[in-house]
């Protein structure tokens, strides 16, 4: 058996180890505001209920292991002492990824992410309209564990008002589980689907995605696509170049077989295999052919 003293390895590797074993773990979407309004949205999975009276839940922006820097959420998080924290289902969950990007101070992540905005009855923050159970908080606390990068804040977040989608709910009013269809964090980039099992979705730690808000309005608009297929698109750097479409087109006959009927439907319909094949930049490119 491996033994380690955890004050002997490296804190990147510390924290791959604790994440792999402690899971699968429940992530808090969380919303708030900054000093000037600018709403914010990030997910944390070191997250869970720990009391129903008073109802008390807590996450822990932790401290940016590479470079020891905290996240806007904590900031937001102790300036305002408010915050929404939106459970994460199987069909918000790649637009949940994005929005984990590292955009600049002031980029709205409900924007980037593709997510509905919606406000909130006790707190100023908004919460995600996607997400079946969201719960806004009052800010009873913030306890820093450490001033190292990988060190946890816990935010003890006393539950003030909670809104569950009536579409969960089972005949006697209690939350389906298997209608809320939950998911939770793993090692790595793997995540666990409460009523399937694991599946992979990649952390863009060092990618900036091009955001939802940059997708085109014939694909939001199309009921073909899912919040998952948005999330994938805007999950790309950079669309791709000119060059590379005609490239791509020129080497497909089934491509050019779509094209060539002039249907947008049978387009969009390519896209969308595409997307569930993860072969984003081929999504792109059929997309952006003409």
Not at 147 to 168: F, P, T
Request: proline share 6%; charged share 25%; aromatic share 6%.
């Amino acid at each position: 058996m491996l033994s380690i003293d955890p004050k002997e390895i490296a804190p990147a590797k510390l924290q791959g180890y604790l994440q792999s074993a402690v899971a699968p773990r429940p992530i808090a979407f969380a919303s708030t505001l900054d000093e000037n309004g600018v709403p914010n949205l990030s997910p944390f999975s070191f997250f869970n209920v720990f009391s129903s009276n008073p109802p008390i839940l807590i996450f822990s922006p932790a401290r940016r292991v590479r470079n020891n820097t905290v996240k806007h959420t904590l900031i937001n998080a102790e300036y305002s002492k408010e915050v929404v924290i939106n459970v994460v289902n199987y069909d918000i969950v790649q637009q949940m990824s994005l929005s984990s990007t590292e955009y600049p101070d002031g980029v709205n992540e409900f924007e980037k992410s593709g997510l509905t905005m919606v406000p909130s009855d006790v707190v100023k923050p908004f919460r995600v309209a996607e997400s079946p159970v969201q719960f806004e908080c009052k800010v009873n606390d913030v306890v820093a564990l450490g001033d190292q990068g990988g060190a946890g804040n816990l935010v003890i977040c006393e539950v003030v008002k909670i809104h569950i989608n009536e579409a969960i709910l089972d005949e006697n009013g209690t939350i389906d589980q298997h209608k809320i269809d939950l998911v939770a964090r793993m090692g790595g980039n793997w995540y666990s689907r409460s009523n399937v099992g694991m599946f992979e979705v990649e952390k863009p730690l060092t990618t900036l995605g091009i955001g939802v808000d940059a997708v085109p309005a014939v694909v939001k608009e199309s009921a073909i696509f899912d919040g998952n297929d948005l999330g994938k698109l805007g999950n790309i750097e950079a669309v791709p170049t000119d060059e590379e479409i005609a490239i791509f087109v020129k080497d497909n006959f089934e491509v050019k077989a779509v094209l060539s009927s002039d249907d947008e439907q049978k387009k969009l319909q390519l896209v969308k295999d595409l997307l569930e094949k993860n072969e984003t930049i081929s999504a792109w490119k059929v997309l952006l052919a003409k």
